[in-house]
């Protein structure tokens, strides 16, 4: 399982495409699927003006637990999973995921697993601020 899971992190430091997508990359896959996860500037109707994202201690232990459970479940030559914590901006990077398999439609399905677990069970929670100065946590158990 460890030559599957080519990357795992969570980090304060900005986040990197070409990073995750060079961590995937395998010369029997002939399909990588990537997915981008962006600070929108609005959520719920109101202008979003910034956010936070904090973690559990346990986070990276959680993350590859569900980077496990997706290898297991298809056919992944390598997989990758970065998130970031801390302050950030309106279109900064908060989340990048990437899968390669050897066809487009295993990486897809793959890919969107991996991104709908992680935002599922991961512990990382998000403080939003919104432009009318009030604020919410999204994602608090």
Known sequence: MADVIRLLEVREAPLSVDEVYASVT???????????????????????G?????AHPSVVDTLRTVAERVAAQHPVHALAAIHRVGDLA???????????????????????????DLKATVPIWKHQTFDDGSDEWVGLP
């Open 26 to 48: 395998d010369p029997r896959s002939g399909g990588t699927a990537l997915f981008v996860g962006t600070v929108r500037d609005h959520d719920g109707g109101r202008g979003v």
């Open 90 to 116: 309106v279109g900064d990077l908060a989340v990048i995921v990437a899968v390669s398999c050897a066809h487009r439609g295993q990486a897809f399905d793959a890919a969107r697993q991996l991104i709908d």
């Open 50 to 54: 910034g956010l936070a994202y904090s």
